[in-house]
């Protein structure tokens, strides 16, 4: 008898076995998995095992610009007085689709196979870098072109990216003066910058090695200071108010969109909000990071 019930005991837990195992297929079938979320990363070869990475940057909304009471802020950080909201010169802006921006700016290495392959000139800075460098002497014109060229030899949409993706990049999801808080004591973990930036052996202050400093909270290093970067934005003394949803800047101008601060620049220049523009040229003070648009949703 004990036998017989030991048997119809095992019976039963096979049958609900089998009956838990029907309901739980569902959900782990083809037809209903997630679809394979994009790259959280994206490397591009150059050539010559030189290869240059990328991190992918969500969409979302961001105040750009600073507020009034910011220390060291400029007019130029925001809207003209008369177009402010309630006081405010800030203006949220959306980025509504996600791109891939530069981990690091381009360095003297990646540069080099674009100058090998294209012969395009580029004069060395007066100060003595190395391959690890942010590639500096370098004009608005000369990062379109080495641009170009990446597109053509990797098939993605390589460009440099505009002031409100920088500015929401770098920002990472905060409001503070910097990406890791307000503080001026703190700048010398993320930046190189006119107070650490001197170079004792060779007297004077200069870029340094990209990487070197701690990264933003979406791991893009070197956003404050080291060198200017280049943006695609024609420059305006303020943002342009109508075009809230990823704006591109003015449609003509006298100079490029600069963003970050350099290795030459006090705290102040260094700040998440600061612009300014320069006239296209070659300056030791500029250099510029990518970005990837296309094909990334």
Known sequence: MMKLLGLAMVALGI?????LAGVESPSTSPATQPSTPPAKELTLD?????????VRIPAGKFLMGSPK??????????????????????????????????????????????????????DEPSFKQTGDHPVVNVSWDDAQAFCQWLSKKTGKTVGLPTETQWEYACRAGTKTRFSFG???????????????SLDKEKGARMTHSVGQKKPNAWGLYDMHGNVWEWCSDWYAESYAAADKTDPTGPKKGMERVVRGGSWDGDP??????????????????????????????
């Open 15 to 19: 049958t609900c076995a089998g009956l």
């Open 46 to 54: 150059l050539g010559n095992k030189v290869t240059l990475k990328l």
């Open 69 to 122: 009471d910011e220390k060291d802020r400029k007019d130029n950080e925001g809207l003209p007085p008369d177009q402010g909201v309630n006081g405010s010169p800030q203006i949220e802006v959306t980025i509504s689709h996600p791109f891939y921006l530069g981990v690091y700016v381009v360095t003297v290495d990646q540069y080099a196979q674009f100058v090998k392959d294209t012969g395009q000139k580029h």
């Open 182 to 196: 307000d503080k001026d004591t703190d700048l010398g973990d993320y930046a190189w910058y006119s107070a650490n």
């Open 268 to 297: 102040g220049r260094c700040r998440s909000a600061t612009r300014t523009g320069f006239p296209d040229g070659r300056y030791n003070l500029n250099g510029f990071r990518v970005v990837v648009t296309a094909g990334v949703d």
